[in-house]
């Protein structure tokens, strides 16, 4: 703790949007307000592209009801960007720092974006710049480490998990086998939450799924789906858009090159996984090989609107989102320096969560995976991710079976 | 009008779900209720298939609670067919009707399913066999002749207007080029309800749109992608599964011949256009080629999550897939011997609809088309149908941005 410097603040938001991610940038801003912050709020265009650029927006007099809609506004507002920012690039952002005085630095983001926020933190100090330098979570991955959960992923499995329950009873009327592509790169969050909508004890997919967490093995899975088929007469099947083979090559990637297609990578070496159709495609024409009979099989990629469908969200992501952004404001004004705000589990009952400090690098690209031990045989999800995901997704549609 | 017959009703469920099918299920039941309707109500499992084995469900003695359960639940509670019955087919219906004896046939569905409900009607008549036989509205393709629109579209249309939403501000944050694949064979109001969620006067997405009433050139597509985006620096497009060259070859059965996959198709003879990726990803790579440069294009498909997500509806489109159930259960108790309810909307400036009777073969395998005066030179749709479609398909969410 020292004493809190004087300046300004901005704010950037960065990697792929979620539908909470402004309640976030709407938290710091009242965490500002709150902590009778005298400086002035910048908002950066496109993350660090804007901030390298001085591309700065002025959020201080925005006014309540503004910030309101702002929160519940999908999608990152200030724009993103997938930059990973070098040392030279860190000098073009603290010169237009200095030149605005700014002394307070909110990043909210994923894992790549909390480690673009350690590097730009270090070279700062580094170059005797001294900052309040801020990571706030977010990302539909559920995949930083030391954090019970995620801003953005609640929301997106809520979408994921209310998608599972319409097409599960779209495939109960038109029976066949079904496969759907939900994202997630590394970690299996996202896709596991294709089975909360799932009654226990009953016939309601998905039947199988397939998370980045278990190897693939794509005759595996045709065996798989064929015998569900058999014993019920259809098959609902969630799939990670990140599964890969045993040697780690993401599935989507191998296809991509089948068919003679560069392979996209950002500055991060993320290879291109969503914005595609082709693994979900893939997957229905082994499916179709396999069977070797005329059997309806579909195949549908969620896409995009997982992670910033209007007017859908969790309640409580919403209000986690936003909390993260004030908490991390309020540290940053009584002096702390530096870290990433944890959302973190309290013990117990009843749903209870926490907002800690940690370190940048505790977090910064680190990835957080799906415990194995929810995982069931590789091909499914046990009730314990559940009880784990029920509170923070919230209450799903009620529904009735003519049975 | 006659005396109505003395017997047993039976309903089912026919052609693609939607999120407010089970609404127009729940309305018959409450609609016979209400005309104190003597006899037993079944419910047909899978449409036809269930009326040819005899495999009916008893729905009489359901308590209210359950049956407003049942009306909140997307997708063909009773499971739904694409079968179109032959002579033969009939003959084997008209058996389990004598020995149930079932006088009052309702059929739920859309343009085919409305062919089916004559020919049934038709052919049981010719045979002897006296009946009351109703078709009751529903498609997401709003394409029924002499309807003003069709329950089941406006949840849908609800459900593309959100996610266009999401994606153009997803779009906004990480601007490059963006594809969205929208349901529709050969009528463009659901893809056309991209543009509701559009303020006027903005750079908002969608920018392009194209219908499968206006004649697809792939070349002009991508000139017309690269003329929006070399202006504002992105472009959000909305295509119809059912697009098509001049010579009427849906590019979606154009591209499966392409690839040497077989083209499927159902007892109508329509070309499988939903659940495969194939259009999409065809279209962006299309649009990749021609610019020749790293641009980042992405496609989605929206596939089945538009006709039967989860939780998401129009209150209106519930409400009068609802009221046109009860329609034509009171129309029939009244002694109406067949018909299909039309939801037509009173001239004014209010929006008020009325339920009207209309012949079975006004309406069956007719298909109603985008008025070509809504279409903007061929790759946009205009305000005229954004009047048309925003009372039925009700408040969007509002959206605040960083300008």
Redesign the interface.
Known sequence: MTTPLQGNAIIG?SG??T?VINQSLVGVVEGLHAAKFKGKIF?A??AVDGMMSGDY?D?TAWPQD?LD??A???????????SKPKADDVKAMTKYFEKHNVRYFFYIGGNDSSDTCRIVSEIAQADGYEMHSFHIPKTVDNDLVLNDHTPGWGSAAKFVA??F???D??N???PGI?INVVMGRHAGFLTAASVL?RRPGTNDGPHLVYVPEADFDAEKFVKDVAKVYDKIGRCVVAVSEGIHDKDGTPMAAKLAQMQG?RVERDAHGNVQL?????L??FL??AVKDYMGRRTR?????????Q??????VSENDAAEARAAGRKAAELACSGVRSGSIAIQRVPGNDYKIEYNRIELTDVAAKTRHLPTEWIVKGNNISEKFVEYAAPIVGK???????D
């Open positions: 938001q792929g949007p539908a908002g265009r496109h927006i959020l503004r809609r702002l519940a506004t999908p999608s990152s507002g200030l724009g993103s960007s997938r209310q998608a329950m319409g097409d009873l779209d109960q009327a038109l079904k909508g297609h969503s914005g595609s159709g082709a979900a495609d229905a024409q099989v579909r195949a549908d990629t969620y896409g995009y609107l992670r910033s469908f209007a007017g859908l799903l549609p009620v529904t009735e079976r003519v």
